[in-house]
C-alpha cells in the first residue's frame, strides 16, 4: 500500500512504464536514475533513523522499538519475503554497527 500522503508525481515515479520506448539504453538510463533515488533515499533515512535512536536513547529511551519496527515491515509486505528481506536491511543500516 502506498501513502496517499505522499505526492512523488514531480520524481516520475509512474509505475506504468509503457511510454519508455522498447530500447535498451533508454530503460538501463531509467534504471540508473532511479537506482540514484533509491540510494539517496536509503542513505537519508539511515541518516535519520540513526539520529532518532540517538534522540530517543539520549532521553533514556530503548535503543529498538519493537513496534515501530513492525510497521516498517508491514509497509514492505506488498513486496513478498523480498520485502521482508529489504524492509530488514533498512532497519539494520539505521542500526548501525551496534546492532551487528
Ligand atoms: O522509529 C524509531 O523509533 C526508530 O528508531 C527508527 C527505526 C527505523 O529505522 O525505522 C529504527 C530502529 C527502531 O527499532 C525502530 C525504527
Do not use: C, W, Y
Not at 505526492?7 to 512504464?17: C, E, I
Not at 522499538?65 to 523480498?82: M, N, P
Amino acid at each position: 500500500m502506498s501513502n496517499p500522503d505522499l505526492d512523488l508525481s514531480a520524481v516520475g515515479l509512474d509505475l506504468n512504464v509503457d511510454h519508455i520506448p522498447d530500447d535498451i539504453d533508454d530503460l538501463r538510463k531509467e534504471i540508473d536514475r532511479l537506482d540514484a533515488i533509491i540510494l539517496a533515499a536509503v542513505k537519508r533515512r539511515t541518516a535519520v533513523s540513526k539520529k532518532v535512536g540517538r534522540a530517543r536513547m539520549a532521553s533514556g529511551g530503548p535503543r529498538l522499538v519493537h513496534s515501530r519496527e513492525v510497521k516498517v515491515l508491514d509497509r514492505f509486505a506488498e513486496l513478498g519475503q523480498e520485502g521482508h528481506t529489504l524492509a530488514m536491511t533498512l532497519l539494520r543500516l539505521g542500526r548501525g554497527p551496534l546492532g551487528r
